[in-house]
């Protein structure tokens, strides 16, 4: 029978408590476990270091198995040792037995409230580190700069998880409310409480408090800058986080892995602004950003942060955002080690890149390496399958579907927004409302998805059908919505519809987003206002664009006034700034084809290769042709059809063969029927249309 340790176990044992420090190790937790077995007492400083290890490893069945321990054997009346238990399972994120330790507590220290404040804090619960601090200063304790940066590290946690929502306004006040206490208690000089002040502040996203906190600091940690620094790249401020990254260099201070990864966030926030540019014929890249983010790689790569998966995921975004995908993949193959998050990157550069076969390869990979898909990946290979469309695009989307539905994710909102959006576009409405219907709860994502997808199908009056259940609801429209009720709308010819949407956005407050207005502009053309078109386009001044320009011509188009869609295209030509696309020269081209303005056509369709560097499709030559008939320039359209760079279809012979009979020109009706001949081996209408002409003429054919 066992009678006790011997003096050298005895020995042994405090040899090693001596060693359990703060930073204990895994094998504080081993002895514990020895020395209980045994039946030894454990000493307070084993109890404390192995209290400790199981904190720093998160080993909460090791820590439950030392909190019976201590509660047996009455060690838990030691205030040290329950304010370790409280600091263990707040750190293994167990707050409700980490309140049940406190609220247990005979005394408190000072300590005992701080540990458990920062426990909320780091569980994102911004309320109950408020509540403790105002209940430990009514318990007559003095709070000190950790209790005032517990409750600031609580705001700053919610202002992250509403990531770019609009901050509550009480989150921010309570923030404010902790900094002036701060100040008038002498911790805001404190450089740890001025770093979370900034962090709380940027997180709130309330820039202005942020700087004014880090521009008072005498003496700013790296924690300040990268505070400072992800701020502004979370508020979509990159250039500011860029120029803020140059000067924390210039005055001294070496980024680290999370400098570098806000200053690669930043550069990838800005490139989204950028327009695209054409490069290498093919290639379509933001090329100012693309070169900064380079630059911005190779000094990552020399500092030897290149290896850390979060900068390598950063950087991998930011390629994405700039366009090059190429680039994207490198950083990728480098990674010694992928996170979902770095193969979500991939896949959704792939299918934004013009990809998406690719992506859906990459999701199948993903699984192949042994990663779980999370919603992000299914919602990536989902707008894939949109870009396939077609009945292609809707089975791999079916397929998708199938297996986000295995893995528990089909109920996931955003998940079943993206499936309804992407049986909507790919055409099955049935699909799309089968989902819909399936939704617990429809967000204006689902509604937008269902709206757009039956004005695609052409059902325009179950579009505005949905936006009524919608209101009905209780669903808030967004700028979407309304964009595409209007093109419901504008489809029906519906000005009195149209007229009660346009009072919703303006009660909405949206009126004035460039989408909305455009839209607007679109829909009073379509529906022969255009006094409404007129005044909505002027009242936009410099806020309009070449969809704005294009909408108002179309409409005078449509109208048929000509004079003043050539009026409307020589003023946007003095635009700063503004330069015409395909659609304008189609819309002009086509406008003059019905007023049977020759030169002006022709002048414009050769302005657009010469003077806008524009390659026309087959439908600029398909509408000058047409301009060129109606005229009687026979021989004209003749040598651009022979000019034309690619083959012209039977649709142009037609047309000229049409304009020949009109004009009884024989010879150039023989020639687009031997044209057409050579495409089909037999046309009814080409057969009929040449014998009207020889008709017409007076002749017999041949």
Request: with cysteine.
């Amino acid at each position: 029978m066992w009678r006790g340790p011997s003096s050298l176990f005895c020995r042994y044992v405090a040899s090693e408590a001596a060693r359990f420090s703060v930073h204990q190790s895994e094998g504080a937790i081993q002895e514990f476990d020895k020395l209980r077995d045994s039946g030894v007492a454990a000493s307070t400083y084993i109890l404390l270091a192995s209290l400790k290890a199981c904190s720093s490893s998160r080993d909460i069945q090791a820590g439950m198995r030392i909190h019976a321990y201590v509660t047996e054997s009455g060690d838990d009346r030691d205030l040290t040792v329950a304010n370790t238990l409280v600091y263990m399972y707040a750190k293994c994120g167990k707050m409700w037995e980490a309140r049940m330790v406190f609220d247990s507590m005979a005394q408190r220290s000072l300590v005992s409230w701080n540990a458990v404040m920062f426990g909320y804090a780091e569980a994102g619960d911004a309320g109950q580190p408020l509540h403790l601090l105002r209940q430990m200063q009514a318990d007559g304790f003095r709070p000190n700069s950790l209790t005032y940066m517990a409750v600031l590290k609580a705001c700053a946690a919610c202002g992250a998880e509403q990531g770019k929502e609009p901050p509550q306004l009480l989150l921010l006040e309570t923030g404010k409310a902790i900094h002036s206490e701060c100040r008038e208690c002498g911790h805001e000089e404190d450089p740890k409480v001025a770093s979370t002040l900034v962090d709380m502040y940027a997180k709130c996203r309330s820039m202005v408090d942020a700087r004014r906190v880090f521009d008072g600091m005498k003496h700013r940690s790296l924690v300040a800058w990268n505070s400072l620094l992800f701020g502004y790249a979370d508020s979509g401020q990159g250039e500011l986080a860029l120029q803020l990254f140059a000067r924390m260099q210039d005055e001294g201070h070496t980024p680290d892995a999370r400098s570098y990864v806000a200053a690669v966030k930043a550069c990838g926030c800005c490139a989204e602004k950028e327009e695209w540019r054409q490069v290498g014929g093919s290639l379509v890249v933001k090329l100012a950003w693309l070169d900064k983010g380079m630059a911005l790689h190779s000094q990552v790569s020399r500092c030897g942060d290149e290896g850390n998966t979060i900068v390598a995921n950063t950087l991998l975004h930011m390629y994405v955002s700039c366009g090059s995908l190429e680039d994207a993949r490198k950083v990728f193959d480098k990674m010694p080690r992928h996170s979902v998050l770095s193969w979500n990157g991939v896949i959704a550069g792939c299918w934004d890149r013009g990809d998406p076969e690719q992506a859906l390869e990459m999701t199948a990979s993903m699984q192949d390496y042994g990663l779980t898909p999370n919603a992000a990946t299914y919602i990536a290979a989902l707008k894939a399958c949109v870009r396939i469309a077609g009945r292609d695009g809707l089975s791999k989307g079916r397929a998708v579907h199938a297996q986000a539905k295995a893995a528990g994710l089909e109920v996931d909102r955003r998940v079943s927004s993206t499936l309804v959006n992407m049986y909507a576009k790919c055409g099955s409405m049935d699909d799309a409302c089968r989902v819909f219907d399936g939704m617990m709860f429809h967000d204006v994502v689902s509604w937008n998805g269902l709206i757009l997808g039956y004005v695609d199908v052409g059902e325009a009056a179950k579009a505005l059908e949905c936006y009524a259940r919608m209101q009905q609801q209780g669903s808030r429209p967004d700028a979407l919505t309304f964009v595409s009720v209007l093109k419901a709308c504008a489809h029906l010819s519906h000005l009195e519809a149209g007229k009660r949407v346009h009072e919703h956005l303006c009660s909405r407050g949206v009126e004035q987003e460039l989408t909305v207005a455009n839209s607007l502009v679109d829909f009073y053309g379509k529906a022969g206002s255009m006094h409404e078109s007129r005044g909505i386009f002027e009242c936009m001044g410099l806020q309009r664009d070449v969809v704005t320009w294009n909408a108002l011509m179309a409409g005078y188009a449509q109208q048929g006034d000509a004079q003043e869609v050539v009026r409307l295209f020589d003023r946007m030509q003095q635009q700063p700034d503004l330069r015409p696309n395909s659609i304008t020269f189609l819309c002009v081209i086509k406008a003059c084809s019905h007023a049977g303005l020759v030169d002006t056509g022709k002048h414009c369709f050769d302005l657009m290769q010469l003077g806008a560097c524009l390659v026309p499709g087959i439908e600029h030559y398909s509408a000058l042709l047409d301009l060129l008939a109606r005229a009687n320039r026979l021989d004209d359209a003749l040598a651009l059809l022979t000019g034309m760079p690619c083959a012209p279809d039977q649709a142009m012979w037609m047309t000229v063969l049409t304009a020949a009979r009109k004009w009884s020109n024989l010879e150039v009706a023989r020639v687009a029927f031997e044209s057409i001949a050579r495409m089909r081996e037999e046309d009814s209408a080409a057969y009929v249309v040449l014998a009207n002409t020889y008709a017409a003429a007076g002749d017999v054919p041949d």
